[in-house]
């Protein structure tokens, strides 16, 4: 089982020894596509922490992720093959004057403008495109790989067979599943539906949409939220476990602070979903939904049982404590 992070460049300092032994791979978050549609690595302000960090574990892969949420441009960039073969040029350029294994990209989302970006129907045959100029500037022995949304409308908007066949591993984003745009207080990274009809908003659901789609077991990654999301305003019910909030799902503490001022604490109980091995808290009108060891310990129950290549989460500064990295560790 692979465990990989995503780890933001300020965050790198942190990194430690045991860190990169307990890794495979670490994704620098993030590079983004620049104006003149090439690499831009303005914010990457900690590039030179990646010869120490490969000392501690030779083995490692340090890869850059370039996008996020509300990056753009890659819609533009990648309508023409010029546009396509300069951006590529310039991330292997980088990865090679860095020392770094690969390129990851994250669009979110091709063919989808909800995150306020440029998009195109023409993003579904581009993103292959795309992603075949940098396995051919990057060449066969660098990475080349995706983060996906956890949901049809990104298969919708790609060619996930053809991906597949390109990329070295396809990361599954098994978290925000209930997010900014929904206003029911639920789970937004379980490993499994809770039933009643609540498929599709958890990991093994969208593992075998993916399979469905054309990606092989062996090059799918699961996500890990270390991070919360929380409903405000939801009625006591069920310990409002799926009730309608006041609020959509605002983007939360990470685990070590929930752990610290949230867990058990300040009039929050954790509760937990049995179907859906996923915990929640609740105070009586706020929900909180996060991953805890005992969640991550199905995940990788599911990462065994589908034959998947392994785990990713986001992001590496909210566990300072590494009680979720080692979490996985132990279930390596």
């Known amino acids: 089982m692979k465990i990989i992070g995503y780890v933001c460049d300020h965050i790198l300092p ?16 993030f590079g983004t596509v620049g104006e003149d549609h090439l690499l ?3 914010k990457l302000g ?16 340090i890869v850059l992720s370039v996008g996020g949420w509300g ?21 292997a350029d980088y990865v090679r004057e860095n020392g770094l294994d690969g390129i ?65 591993y396809v ?22 539906a809770s039933g009643d009809g609540r498929e599709g908003f958890d990991t093994l659901s969208i593992t075998r949409l993916f399979k469905k789609a054309g990606v092989p077991a062996d090059k799918l990654v699961i996500g890990s939220g270390f991070y919360a999301r929380r409903w405000d305003g939801v009625p006591d019910v069920d310990h409002g476990l799926f009730q309608k909030a006041a609020t959509t799902g605002q983007y939360s503490a990470g685990y070590t602070d929930l752990v610290d001022n949230y867990i058990n604490k300040n009039g929050f109980v954790r509760y937990w979903d049995e179907a859906a091995c996923a915990p929640y808290l609740f105070n009586g009108s706020t929900l909180i939904s996060y991953d805890d060891p005992d969640s ?21 500064g909210c566990d300072r404590r590494r009680e979720l990295i080692k979490t996985l560790w132990d279930r390596k």
């Open 171 to 192: 990361q599954l984003m098994t978290y925000d599943m209930r997010s900014g745009f929904c206003a029911e207080a639920g789970h937004h990274t379980a490993p499994y």
């Open 104 to 168: 990851d990209i994250d669009w979110e989302y091709p063919c989808n403008d909800s995150a306020g970006i440029d998009a195109d129907p023409s993003d579904r045959e581009n993103f292959t495109f795309l992603l075949q100029a940098l396995r051919d500037e990057l060449g066969k022995d660098k990475i080349v790989s995706i983060a996906a949304g956890a949901g049809q409308y990104f298969i919708d908007g790609t060619q996930m067979d053809k991906v597949a066949a390109i990329c070295d």
């Open 14 to 29: 942190t990194v430690t020894q045991q860190d990169a032994k307990m890794l495979d791979a670490i994704n620098i978050a």
């Open 40 to 42: 831009d690595k303005s």
């Open 296 to 316: 991550l310990s199905a995940k990788c129950d599911i990462i065994k049982n589908e034959g998947l290549l392994g785990i990713m989460y986001w992001e590496h």
């Open 71 to 91: 990056a753009g441009r890659f819609s533009l960039m990648s309508r023409t093959e010029d546009g396509r073969r300069a951006f590529a040029k310039s991330c």
């Open 46 to 61: 900690h590039i030179a922490l990646v010869p120490a960090i490969k000392q501690w574990n030779p083995g490692i892969r």
